[in-house]
């Protein structure tokens, strides 16, 4: 098992930035894909951001430009930096880690509300 905690969410005006972190209990070295998601009351999940072993960052067309999502190896963390926040960005952003492309093992965080004000 794995636990993922994350922080870093709030409430923001239009325009601002929030950094989200997304700490594991374990090392993530070696873990092949982490992501952020993003979900609003009746939608589904949607990927904001992979950082994948051996690829470039991939973003959604949304966020492209304004987020940026990075690792720090050394404290287990994973980051999304948000720039330039729209009301739309309002969401409950999940990390996601699945440690192997070769298994269908995956973890969630228990998410944290983000909320842009315009």
């Known amino acids: 098992q794995v636990q993922l905690v994350e922080s870093g969410g709030g409430l923001v005006q239009a325009g601002g930035s929030l950094r989200l972190s997304c700490a594991a209990s374990?090392?993530?070295?070696?873990?092949?894909?982490m992501a952020w998601y993003r979900q609003t009351p009746g939608k589904q999940r949607e990927l904001v951001a992979t950082?994948?072993?051996?690829?470039?960052?991939n973003y959604a067309d949304s966020v492209k430009g304004r987020f940026t999502i990075s690792r720090d190896n050394a404290k287990n963390t994973l980051f999304l930096q948000m720039n330039s926040l729209k009301p739309e960005d309002t969401a409950v952003y999940y990390c996601?880690?699945?440690?192997?492309?070769?298994?269908?093992?995956?973890?969630w965080g228990q998410g944290t509300q983000v909320t842009v004000s315009s």
């Open positions: 996601y880690i699945r440690p192997s492309p070769w298994t269908t093992e995956a973890y």
């Open positions: 374990r090392d993530i070295f070696s873990i092949n894909t």
């Open positions: 950082s994948a072993t051996g690829h470039s960052p």
